[in-house]
């Protein structure tokens, strides 16, 4: 009688407690993963470094002084100059930029394009198999021959449409976003093929719910644990894709620095000037470790069954 009068209070008290926030419990999980930390620090650097660090470095990236090039690293240069005087630090900066936000635009593009694939295929029988056979289609395509292809055709509209800057930084992510949501399309297709058969979609079912309301309210947010990983993913592909281009001479012009078209410039001078290729060489493996660090911890804290572990 008294164990269970001392175990009332601490039932109710428990009771009146409000839930705890599933997102709390992921951001537990992403804790324990050290690998997934390291690069969520060093992401959120490399992100303070391009976008602060303008504010701070005021100096013109495009600024050339003829005088000053091929200057070592200084106190007035931190990273030196290039062959035409230009300071290779507010280079730097301004590449990250570009790169990171041609990465980010064309990961929204790739997973937007993805995910409703992957969804109208999974839940609609009938779409199912046309779908996934032009899926099927886009994976047997070459993707950098196909990008080439689209950058040659699509350069010189868009420039004298939108500007060389725009014109080649909307090529560039819609190039890189049409080519990159097959996979995405795939793993999205079989959770929701393996969700629809579940008991909540079948109550759903029953009870008369539209297929959209279904789709919205039961299906995409359990698919958000693969949908977001695809996408931590998907800006470490979008950045190398867009450096490979830039680094082929097929990306930015050259007054509109990225970390790709930096190594372009440097490849000549490689022997005598070796830093110009390690420095933004160097920028994109963080980068691209760093988020791939990222999308490894999120898949094991939004998937419920490690995150009870």
């Known amino acids: ?23 709390l419990d992921v951001w537990d999980q ?11 620090a060093v992401f959120i650097s490399i992100l303070l470094f391009v976008i602060i660090g303008p504010l701070v ?51 929204l593009i790739a997973v937007s394009l993805g995910t409703l ?17 032009l899926t099927d289609l ?10 080439l292809v689209m950058v040659m055709l699509f350069r010189e509209p868009l420039s004298a449409t939108m500007g060389p800057e725009a014109g080649i930084f909307m090529l560039m992510v819609i190039s890189i976003g049409a080519t990159s949501w097959m996979q995405t399309a ?6 929701v093929l393996a969700l629809k058969e579940r008991e909540f979609v079948l109550a759903a079912r ?12 039961h299906i995409l947010p ?12 998907g800006i470490a592909g979008a950045i190398i894709v867009e450096s490979a281009l830039s680094f082929l001479g097929l990306g930015f012009p050259p007054d509109f620095p990225t970390w790709g078209r930096l190594l372009f410039d440097a490849v000549d001078q490689l022997q005598l000037y070796p830093n110009r290729v390690m420095l933004p060489g160097i920028a994109i493996s963080l980068t691209v470790l760093s988020v791939n660090y990222i999308g490894d911890g999120l898949r094991d804290a939004l998937d419920p069954r490690i995150r009870g572990r």
């Not at 009688?1 to 997102?23: F, G, I, L, Y």
């Not at 992403?30 to 969520?40: E, P, W």
């Not at 694939?117 to 839940?123: E, K, R």
């Open 222 to 233: 359990n698919t958000l644990s693969p949908i977001m990983v695809a996408a931590a993913l």
């Open 117 to 133: 694939i992957g969804v109208t295929a999974g839940f609609f029988r009938s779409m199912d198999g046309i779908l996934m056979r």
């Open 57 to 107: 470095w005021t100096t013109d990236p495009g600024y050339a002084n003829l005088r000053m090039r091929n200057r070592p690293p200084s106190l007035e240069f931190p990273f030196g100059t290039d062959q035409l005087g230009r300071d290779l630090f507010a280079r730097m900066m301004a590449g990250g930029k570009v790169s990171i936000a041609v990465g980010m635009t064309a990961m």
């Open 138 to 147: 886009f994976l047997a395509l070459p993707l950098l021959p196909l990008l």
């Open 30 to 40: 992403f804790k324990t993963h050290k690998g997934a930390l390291l690069g969520a």
């Open 1 to 23: 009688m008294t164990e269970a009068a001392t175990r009332a209070p601490m039932t109710v008290e428990q009771a009146d407690r409000p839930p705890r926030s599933q997102w």
């Open 186 to 191: 795939r793993i999205v297709r079989g959770e």
């Open 206 to 217: 029953s009870i008369g719910a539209p297929p959209v309301r279904m789709i919205l309210r």
